[in-house]
Each structure stands twice: as C-alpha cells, then as structure tokens.
C-alpha cells in the first residue's frame, strides 16, 4: 500500500513539472513569433515609407496587416523619414508578449 501512494505521488510530481513546462514552453514559443512578427512588420513599413515596394496602403496599414497574418497585433507605429519602428503583441495563456523593432533602408 506504500508502495502505491509513493508512485501515485511521483506520477502527480511528475504531471505538473510536465504541464509547468509546457506552458513556459509555449509562452517562450509565442514570445520569439512575436519578436519575428515585429522584425516582418517594421521591414514592411520601411520598405512601403521608401517605396521600395508598390502598395496602395500606409506604411503603418500594411505593418498591422503583416503582423496579423504573422498571429500578432500591431499596437504602435511610428515612421521618421524611412525608418518605421513597430510594436506588436500577442497573447498566450492569459499572459500578452510584446515586442519592438525598428527598421529602415540601408545608408539611410
């Protein structure tokens, strides 16, 4: 009978250390999609505010677009001159991860 409550007491150890680190997992999984949903949405602004690509939308338009296709949600965007510098967030489990980048054309 002992030996039946030390194993049920390591299976239940064991089943939360297991869902422990699968919601670290997956938060630190939606942290790096945001950051790279920032990286594609400023990319997009810059090279929409240099006209490097044809677009018929704002810069900051076509950044929230990307970052929605990429799972996220454009929450600030600022352009100064060509460069645009994005936040964009996403939520997990309850918890949001935000993230920031900036961009510009090269030798600007």
Do not use: K, W
């Not at 997956?26 to 999609?33: D, S």
């Not at 338009?61 to 460069?83: H, I, K, N, P």
């Not at 939520?91 to 920031?100: E, K």
């Amino acid at each position: 009978m002992a030996g039946t409550a030390l194993a049920a007491g390591i299976l239940t150890v064991a089943a939360s250390l297991s869902l422990g680190l699968a919601a670290v997992g997956g938060a630190a999984v939606t942290a790096q999609r945001t950051a790279g949903a920032a990286d594609a949405a400023a990319l997009a602004a810059a090279d929409a505010a240099s006209g490097a690509i044809v677009t018929g939308e704002e810069p900051c338009a076509l950044a929230a677009r990307v970052a929605a296709a990429a799972g996220g949600r454009l929450s600030a965007c600022t352009l100064d001159d060509f460069a645009a510098t994005v936040e964009v967030r996403s939520a997990y489990a309850g918890l949001v991860a935000a993230s920031r980048a900036r961009a510009r054309q090269p030798g600007g």
